[in-house]
């Protein structure tokens, strides 16, 4: 059993940026972020493996960075330029085994999320 533990977030103004970060309690193959936007489905924002490769959401793609220090099991999400449509709890999430990517379904570890707040 992972445990994934998240912070930052909060609330930030439009064109601003925020980075969220999520720690795990061991070793894991696919870590990422999904986010959930009131009355929307969950959707897959970054991903990253343990090989470094990165998968992005079309809607971050030059906003958002995702990276990953191996040593310590964390990841960090730094999103700039944000807008209100950002506005979501953003939920740290991992896997064991392929696909690591944001349209995959089987995330099978997921934190408790983090609430980002973006005014116009």
């Known amino acids: 059993q992972v445990q994934l533990v998240e912070s930052g977030g909060g609330s930030v103004q439009a064109g601003g940026s925020l980075r969220v970060s999520c720690a795990a309690s061991?070793?894991?193959?696919?870590m990422g972020w999904f986010r959930q936007a009131p009355g929307k489905e969950r959707e897959g924002v970054a991903v990253?493996?343990?090989?470094?490769?990165?998968n992005y959401a079309e809607s971050v793609k030059g906003r958002g960075t995702i990276s990953r220090d191996y040593s310590k099991n964390t990841i960090s999400l730094r999103m700039s330029n944000l807008n209100p449509e950002d506005t979501a709890v953003y939920y740290c999430?991992?896997?064991?085994?392929?696909?690591?990517?944001?349209?995959?379904?089987?995330?099978?570890?997921w934190g408790q999320g983090t609430q980002v707040t973006v005014s116009s």
């Open positions: 061991g070793w894991i193959y696919c």
């Open positions: 999430t991992a896997k064991t085994r392929s696909p690591c990517t944001v349209e995959d379904r089987e995330f099978r570890y």
């Open positions: 990253i493996d343990s090989y470094g490769g990165t």
